[in-house]
C-alpha cells in the first residue's frame, strides 16, 4: 500500500467519476434504438416499393 502515489489515487478517483457505466449503458441503448429506427423505416419503405412494383 505504500508504493501507492497520491497521483495515482487522485487519477482512479477522476476515471471513476468520469467514466460512468450508466452513461456507456445509455448510450449504447440510445444508439440501438436509432439503429432500430432507421432499419423499421428501411423495411417498410422496402415494403412499399415491392408492393408498387408488383400493382
Known amino acids: 500500500m505504500k508504493n501507492i502515489s497520491i ?3 487522485l ?8 467514466l460512468s457505466s450508466c452513461d456507456l449503458a ?3 441503448f440510445e444508439a ?4 432500430a429506427i432507421l ?3 428501411l423495411v417498410i419503405a422496402l415494403i ?3 408492393i408498387r412494383k408488383v400493382l
Open 7 to 9: 497521483s495515482s489515487l
Open 11 to 18: 487519477l482512479v478517483f477522476v476515471m471513476m467519476i468520469s
Open 26 to 28: 445509455g448510450d449504447i
Open 32 to 35: 440501438g434504438a436509432w439503429t
Open 39 to 41: 432499419g423499421v423505416i
Open 48 to 50: 412499399v416499393w415491392i
